[in-house]
Each structure stands twice: as structure tokens, then as C-alpha cells.
Antibody
Framework: EVQLVESGGGLVQPGGSLRLSCAAS????????MGWVRQAPGKGLEWVSGIGGSGSSTYYADSVKGRFTISRDNSKNTLYLEMISLRVEDTAVYYC????????????WGQGTLVTVSA | QSALTQPASVSGSPGQSITISCTGTSSDIGNYNYVSWYQQHPGKAPKLMIYDVSNRPSGVSNRFSGSKSGNTASLTISGLQAEDEADYYC??????????FGTGTKVTVL
């Protein structure tokens, strides 16, 4: 059974930083691209970032480019999202998700971790 | 990358069919057959319902179907049931190697 468990969310001041983690199990982690999707309170889904199976290819939404860094440790089956220079508008539930074969869709999602950016 | 455009709400009676549209551009939906649809119940994580325009993952009811024409994709739910009441989001790959989601549609079962 595929499981994705996020951690690392919390309250941070504007300008601060935070690192999210996503522990994966139930599949061959290194064989699949992974991604982060966020959802601000009461709003829709926003794709944030994606990374290839080997970690050599990374992609970002314009809204986070230069501030967020996605990475993975295939030896630990863990996905990360390093976030710096956080803004109030980064407040959201952050979901970790696995890409399906062909990397065209997100077939499994974690339950999400809440990041609140507030003074 | 602007969000794909979906109607804010769609409603139908039990047993009826409804269709949700998702309009993009030639930089996303119009350029790829990589449209996916997600269902999200309140307080829950999204669930994949359709991928690559019209494919259903194992375990998803055949009441859900997808299609695409030009820059617009559609999700049809036939035989509407109370459990289908949820938010639905489309998504597409883009020419920038990113992904984009739709604005979301709230489905209400009357």
C-alpha cells in the first residue's frame, strides 16, 4: 500500500524558513517523480514543484521559484521542500504527491501539512 | 502560468449526468493529452479520478469519464450519487514543464 506522510509544517514569521519532509513507502521510491501541491485556506489547488526519480530534474511554479527548493533522498525514501523567504501568501496545506507512470498525473497524495506564515 | 478555467459550481439530481468543463490554452491542454481530474471531499486529500484525458485508475467508478477537444477538457459524472458531492479539479502538463490546476468546481447533489 502506497503511503505518503508529510511533516515539518508549523507557524513561521514572514521572511522565515521551513523544511517539509515526506516519508514514502509501499513503492519503489526512486522509480517515480514526486511533487508538492499546496492549498491556501478555502482556495483551490496550486502546483508548487516537481522532481524526477533520480533528483536531477527539478521544476517550480513561478510563485516559488528562487525561494523553494525540492530535493529527495532515495536512500531514505524521503522527499523534501526547503522554503525560505516565506510570505503570508505561502500559508497553505502542503501536499506531497507521487506521479504515476509517465509522470503526467499525481496518483497518490499524502494527508498534507499546514504551513502558516504570520507575524 | 494562469489557472485553467472551470465553472465555480455544477449541480444535479441523483441519477442525472453532469459535465464539468476545463478550459486552458495551446500551452497546456491544447498541446498535450495529459489532462487529469481530481476529487476532493472537505478536509481530505485530493483523489485521482481520470488521467491522460480519459483513463480511469483502478477502483474508480466507470460513472466517471473524461474527454478533450482543442483547449477544453471535460469530466462527466453519470448516474450522480450523493457521495459524488465534492470539489473537482482538472490539471494539465504545460510547455514550461510545469503543471497547472483548474480553478475548481463544487459539485452539489440536489
Amino acid at each position: 500500500e502506497v503511503q505518503l506522510v508529510e511533516s515539518g509544517g508549523g507557524l513561521v514569521q514572514p521572511g522565515g524558513s521551513l523544511r517539509l519532509s515526506c516519508a514514502a513507502s509501499g513503492f519503489t521510491f526512486s522509480s517515480y517523480a514526486m511533487g508538492w501541491v499546496r492549498q491556501a485556506p478555502g482556495k483551490g489547488l496550486e502546483w508548487v514543484s516537481g522532481i524526477g526519480g533520480s533528483g536531477s530534474s527539478t521544476y517550480y511554479a513561478d510563485s516559488v521559484k528562487g525561494r523553494f527548493t525540492i530535493s529527495r533522498d532515495n536512500s531514505k525514501n524521503t522527499l523534501y521542500l526547503e522554503m525560505i523567504s516565506l510570505r503570508v501568501e505561502d500559508t497553505a496545506v502542503y501536499y506531497c504527491a507521487k506521479y504515476g507512470s509517465g509522470s503526467s498525473h499525481l496518483d497518490y497524495w499524502g494527508q498534507g501539512t499546514l504551513v502558516t506564515v504570520s507575524a | 502560468q494562469s489557472a485553467l478555467t472551470q465553472p465555480a459550481s455544477v449541480s444535479g439530481s441523483p441519477g442525472q449526468s453532469i459535465t464539468i468543463s476545463c478550459t486552458g490554452t495551446s500551452s497546456d491542454i491544447g498541446n498535450y493529452n495529459y489532462v487529469s481530474w481530481y476529487q476532493q471531499h472537505p478536509g481530505k486529500a485530493p483523489k485521482l479520478m481520470i488521467y491522460d484525458v480519459s483513463n480511469r485508475p483502478s477502483g474508480v467508478s466507470n460513472r466517471f469519464s473524461g474527454s478533450k477537444s482543442g483547449n477544453t477538457a471535460s469530466l462527466t459524472i453519470s448516474g450522480l450519487q450523493a457521495e459524488d458531492e465534492a470539489d473537482y479539479y482538472c490539471s494539465s502538463s504545460t510547455t514550461s514543464s510545469t503543471r497547472v490546476f483548474g480553478t475548481g468546481t463544487k459539485v452539489t447533489v440536489l
